[in-house]
């Protein structure tokens, strides 16, 4: 069929809009995950009683940073030229601002790692870091001291990951769906669910379960209010955000928003871990995997949606 | 029509139905894994006669399932063959047969049906992991055995339609169903009598208050499905002439929604094959019963495509449940719009004229390899003015 002749859409006649591929809605799920995996697990050290799993739980960041990395440089037209980002610093660019995030993401994820550990989880690291083993010792030892500013710069990275994931794509304000404020507050909640989902996967005491599922239930309820908030704003904008309401509220994103976002993703872990506590149930991996691809699903559909 | 229009789910509301889909299978899914059938022990209780839960839950749901829709069809909410043909497989009774003993063997072996082993596995079960890895592998197998052309004949044998009970004993739905809801409740006490006999006397029977008010729900809805019979309805008239569809409005639906639309051209196959409609299925006349047309799923529009205008649909169309056209004045009124050239629109036609006269161009430029002639100019545009002198390369 000549679709040059019958619809005009071409790519040599208009310009292209679809311009991000898989790469960016992966980075900014790890991105949003490790944002709050830092968090939780910043509170987690907090507490008092922490299970040797969960001491491990802060490195979760930095490796889930580097994999959304390494998509993100996949991503970049001219891969040669990364270095750039790091010579200047433009506050009113959020790609210069999230350059800058990621690299202060790393040393406090893992200074407040290293002070997280036990004494001889240190010695196990060292023992196997080989040349490195002198810098785990001595990063271990200026942490140490410096435990409670770390968990609150691990705190304060962490806001600022989740909210630049969104902020993003809100800063592209020609793209209706992306317009609006409130991405970055829902990419955050939906980063603390996903990172709380992400850290139940692991083997973890009952409490500290019970821990992470209260603060997945709230990062859910706020996302679901979040949410509605946005598809009302958009809803009853003009003509441009209604075209993009429609997308989600009848149009070609519908079905796998409402069912892969909402229920999947939102709904029915709430209910799981809510039932899970009522009941007294098994903990399972089914509520966290669901919110998980509710997370990425989320991101994926917006970023698709966004570029129609 | 009827105000639950269940096909609009597969049709014209799919996004909707995807969600519902998703909604019920989450639903179902919970209602599974609340009733035990997550849990091995329970299912093979079953054989075992020790434990009838799962006939218990089975034929009440069968039987809630069977007065349920017969009550709705009855006020006229539902329409029910519409949602038995899609809940239901049409027969096809010896690969049925045969598969029933398949999915029985897998059923005792792993002590899980499809359903069920998915629950196993949403509960953290590792032999309802397997026993899922094992239904798409053998899925995967069943599928690819299809290739071989003796295997294909067998799973196409002894079709015989959509088969129901009520059709066969020639009753109406609600007598079948309140039958049904009667041996739910004499299997249910007689699986308890089993369980007492094969489980040993200590086994707790189900609470007497609820077991009550259950059997009086299904006895009351049946007895409603059974009233209903007594209501009025109206007799369905079929229409004198076929409703008709323009040219015009089958090349738009055949572009923009072609999965709405199954397009059947009755024309002699040498003429069909010549020059169709797109996407135009060649059956002629005497092949039109093979399409089972009154089987099939209502979710598309069929439109008959004849050599000229046709005066009545054939009788398989009209035994297609769902909304079924005649092309107007037939592939003639086809081959004059789309494959012969537009006349080009008056000068200062308005939008929409032009909108259509280049859907037209369009159409005829793709369908017979001619060149769409250049577009005319829009009315009221300025000319563009070329700079003088322009740059060097610009000649």
Known sequence: MHELDIARHSRFVDPQLHVWGWEIPVYLFLGGMAAGAMILTALMAARPERSRVARWLPFAAPVLVSIGMGALFLDLANKLHVWRFYLAFRWTSPMSWGAWILIVVYPVTLLQGLAALADDQVEWLAGRAGPLAGLVRAGRAFALPRERALRTWAVGAGIALGVYTGILLS??????LWGSALLGPLFLVSGLSTGA??????????EERHFLARWDLLAIGLEVALLALLLVGLATGDAQSRGAADLLLGGRFTAPFWALVVIAGLAVPAALELLETRLHLRATWVAPALVLAGGLSLRWILVAAGQL | MTPLPFWSLLAEHREAGLVVSVLVGFAFGFVLE???????????????????TVLKVMFGAVATAAVGSVVLAGVGLVDLRAVADSAASATWIWP?????FVVGLGFVTSSYCPGTSVVAMASGKLDGAATVAG?????????????IPAVARFNDSGFLGHLYLHDLLRVPPAVVAMAIALVAVAAFVGAEKLERIFGGEQRPGSPARP?????????????????????PRGTAAAPAAPARVSAA???????????????LDVRPRDACAAARVPGAECTPLDTLASLYLAEVAPARDLVVVAASDLAALPAEVRAYRGKALALEGGFEAWKAYALAAPPPPAPGAGAAELEAWRLRAGLQAALTGAKAPPPPPVAGAAPVKRKAGGGGCSG
């Open chain 1, 171 to 176: 800063t592209l304000g020609a793209r209706a």
């Open chain 1, 197 to 206: 989902a992400l850290l139940m996967l692991f083997r973890v005491t009952p």
């Open chain 2, 34 to 52: 609340r009733a035990g059938f997550g849990r091995a022990q329970k299912l093979v209780g079953q054989f075992l006669l020790t434990e009838m």
């Open chain 2, 96 to 100: 049925m047969v045969v598969g029933g």
């Open chain 2, 135 to 147: 239904v798409v592998v053998g899925t995967v197998i069943g599928g690819e055995l299809l290739a």
């Open chain 2, 211 to 231: 077991r009550r008010a259950v059997f009086a729900t299904l006895a009351g809805l049946g007895a409603a499905g059974l009233v209903t019979l007594a209501l």
């Open chain 2, 249 to 263: 409005e089958l090349a738009r639906r055949v572009l923009e929604e072609p999965w709405k639309v199954r397009v």
